[in-house]
T-cell receptor, first 109, second 114 residues
Framework: GQNIDQPTEMTATEGAIVQINCTYQTSGFNGLFWYQQHAGEAPTFLSYNVLDGLEEKGRFSSFLSRSKGYSYLLLKELQMKDSASYLCAPMDSNYQLIWGAGTKLIIKP | IAGITQAPTSQILAAGRRMTLRCTQDMRHNAMYWYRQDLGLGLRLIHYSNTAGTTGKGEVPDGYSVSRANTDDFPLTLASAVPSQTSVYFC?????????????FGPGTRLTVL
C-alpha cells in the first residue's frame, strides 16, 4: 500500500531552524511536493524535488533521498507567520499526489 | 479574478439533500481535481478531470459525481448527502494531468451534513 509518515506536531522558537521529516512508500515515484497550509486556508505550494539532494529557496529548503523514501523540509530564521501545517505529498506512478496528514508547526516567541 | 474560486464558502445541509459545490478557475489549466480534507487525514482525491469533457475517479469517489463541460468549471455534486460527507472540500487545478505540474488550490468549502 501507499503510506506517508510525518510527525503530527512540532514546536520551535522564533528565529531558530526546524526540520520536518517525511518518509513515504508509494507505487512508483514521480517526485515529491511540500505544501504549506495555514489554519482555515488552502494548501500553497512550497517546493518540488524529483532528484536526490537539496533544493534551496530562500528560507526554505527541501531534501530528497529516493533510495531511502525520505524527504525533509528545512525552515530557517523562523517567523511567527511560519506557524502552519506542512504537507508532504509524493506523486505516484499514476501522477496522483499521495498526501500525508501534515505536520502542525507551532512557533513560539 | 485570478486563480480558483469555490462556492459556497460553507454550508450546513440536511442528510438526504442534493448539493453542488462549485469550482471555477481562470488560469486555463487543463487538469482539475476535487479533494476532501478530514482532521487527522491527508487530502484524499475524490474525482479529477484531465481535460474538458473527461473525468476520472480518485481514491474516494462513492457518493460524488462531477462534470467538466468546459475548461473553467468543475462542479462536484453530492446526490444524497450523508453525515460522513462532512468535510472541507478543496478544488485544485494544474496545467496538465499526467505530468509533474504543481497543483493550485481554491479556498475550500466547509460542508456539514446533519
Amino acid at each position: 500500500g501507499q503510506n506517508i509518515d510525518q510527525p503530527t506536531e512540532m514546536t520551535a522558537t522564533e528565529g531558530a531552524i526546524v526540520q520536518i521529516n517525511c518518509t513515504y512508500q508509494t507505487s512508483g515515484f514521480n517526485g515529491l511536493f511540500w505544501y504549506q497550509q495555514h489554519a482555515g486556508e488552502a494548501p500553497t505550494f512550497l517546493s518540488y524535488n524529483v532528484l536526490d539532494g537539496l533544493e534551496e529557496k530562500g528560507r526554505f529548503s527541501s531534501f530528497l533521498s529516493r533510495s531511502k523514501g525520505y524527504s525533509y523540509l528545512l525552515l530557517k530564521e523562523l517567523q511567527m507567520k511560519d506557524s502552519a501545517s506542512y504537507l508532504c505529498a509524493p506523486m505516484d506512478s499514476n501522477y496522483q499526489l499521495i498526501w500525508g496528514a501534515g505536520t502542525k508547526l507551532i512557533i513560539k516567541p | 479574478i485570478a486563480g480558483i474560486t469555490q462556492a459556497p464558502t460553507s454550508q450546513i445541509l440536511a442528510a438526504g439533500r442534493r448539493m453542488t459545490l462549485r469550482c471555477t478557475q481562470d488560469m486555463r489549466h487543463n487538469a482539475m481535481y476535487w479533494y476532501r480534507q478530514d482532521l487527522g487525514l491527508g487530502l484524499r482525491l475524490i474525482h479529477y478531470s484531465n481535460t474538458a469533457g473527461t473525468t476520472g475517479k480518485g481514491e474516494v469517489p462513492d457518493g460524488y459525481s462531477v462534470s467538466r463541460a468546459n475548461t473553467d468549471d468543475f462542479p462536484l455534486t453530492l446526490a444524497s448527502a450523508v453525515p460522513s460527507q462532512t468535510s472541507v472540500y478543496f478544488c485544485a487545478s494544474s496545467d496538465s494531468y499526467g505530468v509533474t505540474d504543481t497543483q493550485y488550490f481554491g479556498p475550500g468549502t466547509r460542508l456539514t451534513v446533519l
